[in-house]
Structures are given as C-alpha cells and as structure tokens.
C-alpha cells in the first residue's frame, strides 16, 4: 500500500487530497501544525478539519505536527517512509498579502525557504516521486491589472476577442509587476519547483491557483473569501470589501475539482510542468455577484463595509485558461460550478458557524 505525503493536511486542499488519495487505496503521512491559527487566529484554525480527517480514515491516516521550515523532523519523517511515498503533495503555505507585509521574514520562510526543504528532502530520498505544489496565480503580479477592463454593471471584464478573454494562461509574464511579498515568496518555490524538475529532472509541477474553495475551508477576514462571506451571511458578522467597488473578478475551483488535477498528473507525470488552475469561464464571480447569491442560499443579508482602497497587489480581474492542462489530461473537467460550491459550503458549515457564534 503506497502512501502520499502531503504538507497542509488540514487545510482546504491538503484535506482534499487526503480524502481523496485514502479513497483510492493508499495512505497518507499528514504534516500540519495549524499554523494557520498563528497567521489569522483561533477562526482560522485547521483543527476541526484535522479531527475530521482522523475520523474518517482512522488508521489510513498519519499526522505530524511538524513545522515544515524544520528540515530535521521533516528528514526524520522522509528517511522512515520513502520507500512507500507515491507522491509529494506541497499545500501547506502562509496565503495571505496583509500577514505577509507584517512579517516577510516568517513568509518567505514559510513558503520559499520550506519548499527547498521538501524539493531537497525528495531529490535526496525518493527523484522518481512526483511532487505537486500549489502554487499562485499571484505569481503574475498586478500585471493582470494592466489589461484593457470594461466597467460592466457587476463587475470588470474583458473584451471579447481579447488574448485572455478566456482566461490567462501560462505564457503571461512573472516580470516587472507588483507581486506583494507574498507574491514573491511563491515565486521563489514556484522557480525552485521547476528548476528542481529541469535540473535534477524530476516529475515536478506549480498549479497556478486562482481562489481555492470549498467546503472543508477555514475562511477568514485575510484569506477565503468565498467561505468567509457564506460565513458572514450565516452569521451576520460584517464583510469588508476591498477597492475596484466590488466589482473584482475571481474564478473559483472547487478543492476536488483541484485534487482531481493532482491525480491525473500523478498517474502521468511531467518534468518541470506548470499549469494555471481556477474555475475559468466555468465557474467565476464577482465580489457584488457573490454577495447576492450568498444571500439568496443563506436566506440572510449581508452586512457589507466598502474600503476604498484595494489590497496591494490585487487583482481587478482575474480568470484562469486552463486549456493547457486539458490538452496534456484530457480526462478531467469540472464538477463544481460557483453555484453548487457556494451551495455546498452553506449546507456543511451552517451548523458549525451557528454554534460557534452562540
């Protein structure tokens, strides 16, 4: 029985993935310490999800409470497992611009320093491995901002028969823009992730996400904006709105959708692959689109304050072409609309919220 290890278990696509890759017959080596609930607080934190992991695959589960910038503990765990490891997934990550201009040190650490860890640990132990990193479509910086948008009623768009009407893909630049420090400590892994794949020749990959989402997310004021706001509309806290007057675009995957990349590149992996991922022309909103349906699921109104100014290094528009990838697997497609996910993260999570706010 073969394992895959992935860092973030308790997250939104790390516990995806565990869940996922148990119900195909393997195991999985879990490596979280709910760092999360440091960057954003005891809202954010992962330990629910971690108990519901532990519950639902019992022995088919193996957690370490491991901070992944500690190269030793994470050597002790690859030098007793790797003969057994069928794939590296990298999720775990500090996400967020606001936490990572307070403390870029403990970013850039977290998310660059940490993935040469891992690329090290696995060209050292197991270079057949392939291993997935969740990368950012922030690794474009606000060169996104640049293009020609339309103010439309709901929000910013693209003309039709524009390069990336359909979505940006992977031919767009990484130079001379605002990435936000954030941005650029996922650049570094990003780089790191595809010179190990060229250099040593190992199966590696970066999925470039657009916003991850799904009902397993610890969503927060920072980070998570789509389970944040079904959040705020169950339990009628107030929403922030940053900038662009609400009308920012985001596509959003589901985290299985997501997953179920990982799966099929693991089946066939590549060297040094990149791919952008999101919920392109498929699934996508704007922030006064979402805050409609939300209402209309939740059966609440949103309490809403707008900020004019925008986060550094936002994106006005942002929606992923993901044909690259359909062309290389063209077995997967979506199964997640906007609709469904936002639907499924009320019916999970209402309980939950409810009884933490009373």
């Known amino acids: 029985m073969k394992s895959i290890l992935i860092t973030g278990s308790a997250g939104l696509v790390g516990s995806e993935s565990a869940l996922h890759f148990a119900s195909k017959g393997h195991t999985i080596i879990g490596i979280d310490n709910d760092m999360r609930a440091k960057f954003f607080g005891p809202d954010a934190s992962t330990r629910w999800s971690l108990r519901n992991l532990q519950k639902e695959l019992g022995g088919r589960y193996s957690h ?7 190269k030793k503990k994470l050597g002790e765990i690859f030098k007793s497992r790797y003969r057994n490891i069928k794939a590296i997934i990298h999720t775990a990550a500090q996400p967020s611009h606001d936490w990572a201009a307070r403390d870029p040190e403990t970013d850039f650490s977290v998310n660059a320093v940490s993935t040469l860890n891992l690329l090290e640990l696995a060209r050292r132990y197991c270079p057949e491995t392939p291993f997935v990193f969740m990368s950012t479509n922030k690794v474009y ?38 990435h936000s420090l954030f941005g650029a400590s996922k650049i570094a892994a990003d780089v790191l992730v595809q010179e190990y794949g060229r250099y040593f020749n190992m199966p590696t990959v970066c999925f470039r996400g657009g916003c991850l989402t799904g009902p397993n997310h610890s969503g927060t004021i920072l980070h998570g904006f789509l389970s944040y706001l079904m959040k705020c509309a169950v339990t009628e806290k107030e929403y922030f709105i940053f900038g662009y007057k609400g009308k920012q675009v985001r596509d959003n995957i589901h985290s299985h959708d997501l997953v179920r990349m990982f799966d099929e590149f693991i089946k066939r992996p590549r060297r040094a692959e990149v791919y952008n991922t999101g919920g392109s022309r498929f699934s996508n909103c704007s922030m006064i689109e979402a805050i ?45 609309g906007i609709e469904a996910i936002l639907a499924e993260i009320y019916t999970k999570n209402r309980d939950r919220w409810i009884k933490e706010k009373s």
């Open 64 to 70: 370490f409470n491991v901070d992944i910038r500690d």
């Open 141 to 178: 910086g606000d060169l996104p901002n640049r293009l020609p948008l339309i103010e439309k009623k709901t929000r910013w768009e693209l003309a039709r028969g524009h390069k990336y009407c359909d979505g940006i893909d992977e031919t767009m630049s990484i130079d001379q823009s605002k």
């Open 292 to 336: 409609a349906l939300c209402e209309e699921i939740a059966g609440n109104k949103v309490k809403t304050k707008y900020c004019t100014k925008n986060r550094e290094g936002d994106h006005i528009w942002y929606i992923s072409n993901v044909n690259k990838f359909k062309m290389d697997y063209p077995k997967w497609n979506y199964e997640h």
